[in-house]
């Protein structure tokens, strides 16, 4: 089973900032990594697939980047809307694994 | 619009039966795998059963292997999860999800049901 780390498990971030959020894989695999949102009461969104390409609607200030064990959410201007629970989820391997999360809120 | 619309959560006693349902509308349902994910609560996202788009293969998460069935009915438009033997730590917000074509990962969600189990 690929273990999935998010670090850091917290991260505050003033509006208009950037944010970097790391995702480690317990093993190396090529791009087959996505990155999801959810906000409190509500189911996740897809944000980006294969490790870099943004899903249906959003925004290019979210981007990903990364291969083998580390992986990159990059937030570039943190607006309101994006302070939320940030996961990763691996898709090389079966069983299909979520990374454990990462916060992003207000500084 | 796609649209998907869990139903069948509840309370139920450990040892206990229940039955999910998701409804699926806005895209042609026997094109696309189709998966659950859950939620317990306070807690991250945890994979647990995903069906092909014929629904010949289907996989599960090691946790919930030989008590959870993942299933589908074409002509319904609907997914379904039956849970047997549940135990206090399947209580869990369950999502359904659509798989995408073009990679294992989940571009619509349903809104979840909440699956609780206690005595």
């Known amino acids: 089973e690929i273990v999935l780390t998010q670090s850091p498990a917290t991260l505050s971030v003033s509006p208009g900032e950037r944010a970097t959020l790391s995702c480690r894989a317990s093993q190396s695999f090529s791009s087959n990594l996505a990155w999801y949102q959810q906000k409190p009461g509500q189911a996740p969104r897809l944000l980006i697939y294969g490790t870099s390409t943004r899903a249906t609607g959003i925004p290019a200030r979210f981007s990903g980047s990364g291969s083998g064990t580390e992986f990159t959410l990059t937030i570039s201007s943190l607006q309101s809307e994006d302070f939320a629970v940030y996961y990763c989820q691996q898709y090389n391997n079966w069983p299909l694994t979520f990374g454990p999360g990462t916060k992003v809120d207000i500084k | 619009e796609v649209q998907l619309v869990e139903s069948g959560g509840g309370l139920v006693q450990p040892g206990g039966s229940l039955r999910l349902s998701c409804a699926a509308s806005g895209f042609t349902f026997s094109t696309y795998g189709m998966s659950w994910v859950r939620q317990a609560p306070g807690k991250g996202l945890e994979w647990v059963s995903v069906i092909s788009g014929s629904g010949d293969s289907t996989y599960y998460a090691d946790s919930v292997r030989g008590r959870f069935t993942i299933s589908r009915d074409k002509s319904k438009n609907t997914l379904y999860l039956q849970m047997n033997s549940l135990r206090a730590d399947d209580t869990a917000v369950y999502y359904c999800?659509?798989?995408?074509?073009?990679?294992?990962?989940?571009?619509?969600w349903g809104q979840g049901t909440l699956v609780t189990v206690s005595s």
């Open positions: 999800a659509k798989v995408m074509v073009v990679a294992a990962s989940f571009d619509y």
